[in-house]
């Protein structure tokens, strides 16, 4: 089992349209979890990180579940250039750095 | 602006050679930095973990004697790959930490695209 699994999509949506990408990370000890973008045969950038209370930042909410080990991203109004391919990313606890990335989803937004 | 740099951003090169990539921190110290490997419409995966003035620390099943690390100063670690085979073909990204309170937040270099033929 992989330790960050997301469902790859594509999701093809309409400009406005609002959509959400699950994840699921298999070990408990996670402690920080994040959301990157990465656009095509670019570097991730990071969207946001996820909080236990949940987060907004602008269109994009992120949530999280500790107990199903289950983060979410809604992203409501749909812009052309939210196209991207969106990461799931988990840390481990302790003093390491280290990030496990999911296999990302790929939106793709039409006019 | 860009926080993290990468030389070269595309490289291609005969199988059998060697082939170094460099990160660098634009303005600030990174004490570590993190080595990631990408295949097309695969995720990132860690390589290494590029740590200043000591070894670098590998991932299970990436041959360290493959992959050279040297991270000789806070502010550049560099990747060689040698021997490279065609399945060496890939896009290498470098990653530093950014430090902040949101430990897990890092600052990726735009990447390295390497072609073995």
């Known amino acids: 089992r992989k330790e960050v699994e997301q469902d790859p999509g594509p999701f093809n949506v309409p400009e406005g349209a609002t959509v959400a990408f699950n994840c699921t990370y298999s070990?408990?000890?996670?402690?920080?979890f994040f959301w990157y973008r990465q656009d095509c045969r670019k570097e991730p950038k990071l969207l946001m990180s996820v909080y236990s209370s949940g987060n907004e930042d602008g269109r994009f909410t992120a949530q999280l579940n500790r107990a199903s080990q289950y983060i979410s991203l809604l992203i409501r109004d749909s812009k052309l250039s939210d196209s991207a391919t969106y990461l799931c990313?988990?840390?481990?606890?302790?003093?390491?750095?280290?990030?496990?990335f999911g296999t990302g989803t790929l939106l793709a937004v039409q006019p | 602006g860009a926080v993290v740099s990468q030389h070269p951003s595309r490289v291609i090169c005969k199988s059998g050679t060697s082939v170094k990539i460099e990160c660098r921190s634009l303005d600030f110290q990174a004490t570590t930095m993190f080595w990631y490997r990408q295949f097309p419409k695969q995720s990132l995966m860690l390589m290494a973990t590029s740590n200043e003035g000591s070894k670098a620390t590998y991932e299970q099943g990436v041959e360290k004697d493959k992959f050279l690390i040297n991270h000789a100063s806070l502010t550049l670690s560099t990747l060689t790959v040698t021997s490279a085979h065609p399945e060496d073909s890939s896009f290498y990204i470098c990653?530093?930490?950014?430090?902040?309170?949101?430990?897990?937040?890092?600052?990726f270099g735009p990447g390295t695209r390497l072609t073995v033929t």
């Open positions: 990313v988990v840390k481990y606890g302790g003093a390491t750095n280290k990030l496990i």
């Open positions: 070990n408990s000890a996670s402690q920080s």
């Open positions: 990653s530093a930490p950014t430090g902040g309170i949101f430990t897990g937040e890092q600052y």
